[in-house]
């Protein structure tokens, strides 16, 4: 039998919640939990779920998932030749990125 843990705040958590997703789903939730600086989508998604603002926190796995992020658009945006999928895309991670840094912003985090 596994040792009961109990959370951050000294509740049992003893329920799971499981849900399927696509895809891209999949990678928009695994971007944002990167993106943010969640340490587990479970954090992210109690956060979100529960309409608790989810707030970014700021550490080095965050630099480094803007960085890669911002080098795969460009290196699209440099191969695209026209407004199309790619570009909804693109569209899509740069409203994220620009609203998670305009937080930090108003916090004067940055």
């Known amino acids: 039998m596994s040792h009961k ?3 951050d705040k000294n509740r049992w958590r003893n329920k799971t919640v499981a849900f399927r ?8 939730i695994e971007k944002s939990v990167n993106l943010c600086g969640y ?3 479970q ?5 979100s779920l529960l309409s608790r603002s ?3 926190v700021g550490n080095p796995l965050m630099l480094v998932t803007f960085r890669k ?4 658009i460009i290196d699209i945006l440099e191969q695209s030749e ?3 999928e790619t570009e ?3 569209l899509t991670s740069t409203k994220r990125m620009l609203e998670i840094l305009e937080a930090f912003a108003k916090e004067g985090d940055i």
Do not use: P
């Open 88 to 90: 909804e895309m693109l």
């Open 21 to 28: 997703v696509s895809q891209e789903e999949w990678d928009e």
């Open 39 to 41: 340490q587990t989508k």
């Open 43 to 47: 954090d992210y998604i109690l956060d």
């Open 54 to 56: 989810v707030k970014a």
């Open 69 to 72: 992020e911002l080098r795969q």
């Open 82 to 84: 026209s407004g199309d």
């Open 5 to 7: 843990n109990k959370n």
